[in-house]
């Protein structure tokens, strides 16, 4: 059975960081692409940034330069590191992993970004 467990959120002042992690199991890790999407009340869940199974990368708009999405294979793990952290990056923010026709979620982590 696969899971997919979000760690690190929580609250940060405007130009804090977190560092999101999302360990993995159940599956063959190396062979899937990994994301982290976010989502706001009332609003479609949307792509944060992604790294394929071979460790190209691709981020949003207003992630690029701030955000840094990495993997760590032998840990199954992915992690997001945001820097620079804008009130309107408040959040919950969700692990995916795909491969082929396969997509699964983590539970959510809450990010807020408030003074």
């Known amino acids: 059975q696969v899971q997919l467990v979000e760690s690190g959120g929580g609250l940060v002042q405007p130009g804090g960081s977190l560092r999101l992690s999302c360990a993995a199991s159940?599956?063959?890790?190396?062979?899937?692409?990994m994301g982290w999407y976010r989502q706001v009340p009332g609003k479609e869940r949307e792509l944060v940034a992604k790294?394929?199974?071979?460790?190209?990368?691709n981020y949003a708009d207003s992630a690029k330069g701030r955000f840094t999405i990495s993997r760590d294979n032998a840990k199954k793990t992915v992690y997001l590191q945001m820097n620079s952290l804008k009130p309107e990056d408040t959040a919950i923010y969700y692990c995916?992993?795909?491969?082929?026709?396969?997509?699964?979620w983590g539970q959510g982590t809450q990010v807020t970004v408030s003074s």
């Open positions: 995916n992993a795909a491969r082929e026709f396969r997509s699964f």
């Open positions: 159940g599956m063959l890790f190396n062979l899937y692409g």
């Open positions: 790294i394929t199974s071979i460790g190209n990368t």
